[in-house]
Nanobody, 126 residues
Framework: QVQMVESGGGLVQPGGSLQLSCTAS????????IGWFRQAPGKEREFVTA????????VYADSVKGRFTISRDNTRSTVYLQMNSLKPEDTAVYYC???????????????????WGQGTQVTGSE
């Protein structure tokens, strides 16, 4: 099973930017779609974005479209989440995860993902 480690979280003012990274431990990383999810206090974990194993397809939640960009570098086994124009409501713990099934279409449901990182905190200050 692919192990994922997130980094790059922090405190940011409204309108600011952050880049999160998600690095995998396995060389088979390149076979899997990778997603970012987030969970705010007292709320359910929600889908943010995902990128296909080949990088030719991405999906975004409406709440982040036009502000967030997902990308991947399979040579580094790393997926990036560039977050611009951050809002206080973006405050959450952000998790990356790999889909259970390799080489499939992107799935935005959390149950499709079987390898989760420990999360990184993003806090938008008022």
């Amino acid at each position: 099973q692919v192990q994922m480690v997130e980094s790059g979280g922090g405190l940011v003012q409204p309108g600011g930017s952050l880049q999160l990274s998600c690095t995998a431990s396995e060389r088979t990383f390149s076979a899997y779609n990778i997603g970012w999810f987030r969970q705010a206090p007292g709320k359910e974990r929600e889908f943010v974005t995902a990128i296909s194993w080949s990088s030719d397809s991405t999906v975004y939640a409406d709440s982040v479209k036009g502000r967030f960009t997902i990308s991947r570098d399979n040579t580094r086994s790393t997926v990036y989440l560039q977050m611009n124009s951050l809002k206080p409501e973006d405050t959450a713990v952000y998790y990356c995860a790999a889909e259970r099934v390799p080489y499939g279409p992107i799935d935005s449901g959390p149950t499709a993902y079987g390898s989760w990182g420990q999360g990184t905190q993003v806090t938008g200050s008022e």
